[in-house]
């Protein structure tokens, strides 16, 4: 069984940044995907990023291109979610995932195994 812990959501005003971290339990496989998903009130679950564990990978939906960036700490089973530029429509709660072995597939959800519990993220106007 894996655990995954979010940090770093908060309240931040349009155009600030914040940086979002999820530490894993247990030690993340070379084949595993490490993903972001973010879900505001009212509106399904969405992709955010995702990286390739060995060999760092990474993919981003096109409304976070260019904004945020998605990096990993091997020695810390961690990955991190930079978040720059933020505006009122970034504003939800973030979840990381885990897919043990991943398919090839990085922004559905049905393909993650492991889920944290949630960070709010809240972008002022």
């Known amino acids: 069984q894996v655990q995954l812990v979010e940090s770093g959501g908060g309240l931040v005003q349009a155009g600030g940044s914040l940086r979002l971290s999820c530490v894993a339990s247990?030690?993340?496989?070379?084949?595993?995907?490490m993903g972001w998903f973010r879900q505001a009130p009212g509106k399904e679950r969405e992709f955010v990023a995702a990286?390739?564990?060995?060999?760092?990978?990474?993919e981003y939906s096109d409304s976070v291109m260019d904004r945020f960036t998605i990096s990993r700490d091997n020695s810390k089973n961690t990955v991190y979610l930079e978040m720059s530029d933020l505006k009122p429509d970034d504003t939800a709660v973030y979840y990381c995932?885990?897919?043990?072995?991943?398919?090839?597939?990085?922004?559905?959800?049905?393909?993650?195994?492991?889920w944290g519990q949630g960070t709010q993220v809240t972008v002022s106007a």
């Open positions: 247990g030690r993340i496989g070379s084949n595993s995907a």
């Open positions: 990286l390739f564990w060995s060999g760092g990978y990474t």
């Open positions: 995932a885990l897919d043990i072995w991943h398919g090839g597939v990085y922004n559905v959800a049905q393909e993650y195994d492991y």
